[in-house]
């Protein structure tokens, strides 16, 4: 091989996409997904509670979309200083969409809040320990549960930590539509937004401004 003979490189990843903003296109691709999968979830909840295609769709299609949103939120979490400003913004969401679905046997507190603590908690948890707060997560639905109707925090906080070890989870997003980023780009208007039109129209139907 003569010196002047050029050396094969390795490949190498390419940059994820960023907007203007600097967010990360495909993560937001992502998270936009798993809020279409929350909404379509919880119309056929509220439109078809007893419909057999219906809950066949919850149970496997739609399921998907709330562990992805937190995988998400935790792979972002990662190394990354919480905004108590955005904290804030999350709990009281979650406080209003606790309100809003109260009337339609949605779980409460809503999952918003749950996440949001379950974000704060883990960011003052140095991460040598990741790993045995992992397995206390995973066990704490059974051996310590919270006496409520919501989620527990234990799936939140592994979901979150497992998102924080997905260094390829941007390549999930990589190949969906860009529109889909558009809608990760707001998830909490998104969040509320959509939780207003389906409680206003259950509350319609009902009986109440329709009744």
Sequence with gaps: MSDTEVQPQAPTRPARKRSGAGRIVSLDSLRGLAIILMILDHVLL??????GGALLVRLTVTRAALPLFILVAGHLAVDRPIHPRRMVGVILCGAGATVLTRDLG?????VLMVIAVCVIGLSVVPARYRALV???????????PL??????????????VIGGHLPDLAR???????????????PLAWYIGH???ISGTAYAIRGGWLG
């Design 172 to 186: 999930l997003g990589d190949r969906l539509p860009l529109w889909t980023a558009a809608v990760g780009r707001h």
């Design 46 to 51: 509220v439109a078809f509670p007893a419909h």
């Design 106 to 110: 949605f779980p409460e507190p809503d």
């Design 147 to 160: 006496p409520y109707t919501g989620y527990q925090p234990g799936p939140v906080v592994a979901l979150l």
């Design 195 to 197: 939780l207003t039109a």
């Design 134 to 144: 992992l397995v206390v997560a995973v066990l704490q639905p059974v051996t310590w």
